[in-house]
Each structure stands twice: as structure tokens, then as C-alpha cells.
């Protein structure tokens, strides 16, 4: 099992920046890669971004160049540097672990955090 709690959402005017966090605990080791997702309301979850165990990066098309995805050592922690924030980056973020086994991909999810950008 993989444990995920995400902090650092809130409120932002139009251009600002936010960084959010995900600390990650229990099978750590068996973790593949990690995802930011975000689901608007009236939307569906939509990948963000993506870090592998070996810090390679994917992003969305609507954040490139905006957000960068990082991790410390271990993936023990994820975060998200969201910069030149806009109204349509508002959401609730979510962190997402991947494990892969002889059964699959498993998911595991944290419980979000609200990004509102505003002004």
C-alpha cells in the first residue's frame, strides 16, 4: 500500500504561482512513477504531469512550460511548481502513485487539494 497526502493549494490571482506537495509513505519502494491529475468541476480527471523513478518528466500540453514536476530522492515527495497561474488551471489536484506488478498497474490516490485562481 501506498499512502499520499497532497498540501500547498489555494487561492491565486491570475498570473501568480503555487507550489504544491505530496508526501508519500508505506510501499514507497514499489513505486514506478507519480502523476499530478486535476479534475475541474464539471470535468474529468485529467493527467497534468508524470515523474518516473528516474526523474524523467511528462506534461500536458496546457502546462507546458508553466509547471515543473519534480521529486526528492526515493519518491518519498513529489511537488509541483505551477507558475503563470490561470482561471482555467482552477481544480482540485490530485497525486497519483503507479505501482506495477505480475497483476498490473495499481493506483493509488491522494485525497486533493483545491487550486482556485482568481482574482
Known amino acids: 500500500q501506498v499512502q499520499l497526502v497532497e498540501s500547498g493549494g489555494g487561492l491565486v490571482q491570475p498570473g501568480g504561482s503555487l507550489r504544491l506537495s505530496c508526501a508519500a509513505s508505506?510501499?514507497?519502494?514499489?513505486?514506478?512513477?507519480m502523476g499530478w491529475y486535476r479534475q475541474a468541476p464539471g470535468k474529468q480527471r485529467e493527467l497534468v504531469a508524470t515523474?518516473?523513478?528516474?526523474?524523467?518528466?511528462g506534461y500536458a500540453d496546457s502546462v507546458k512550460g508553466r509547471f515543473t514536476f519534480s521529486r526528492d530522492n526515493g519518491m518519498t515527495a513529489v511537488y509541483l511548481q505551477m507558475n503563470s497561474l490561470k482561471p482555467e488551471d482552477t481544480a482540485v489536484y490530485y497525486c497519483?502513485?503507479?505501482?506495477?506488478?505480475?497483476?498490473?498497474?495499481?493506483?493509488?490516490w491522494g485525497k486533493g487539494t483545491l487550486v482556485t485562481v482568481s482574482s
Open positions: 497519483n502513485a503507479a505501482r506495477i506488478s505480475s497483476a498490473g498497474r495499481i493506483d493509488y
Open positions: 515523474i518516473t523513478t528516474l526523474g524523467s518528466t
Open positions: 508505506g510501499s514507497i519502494w514499489s513505486i514506478a512513477a
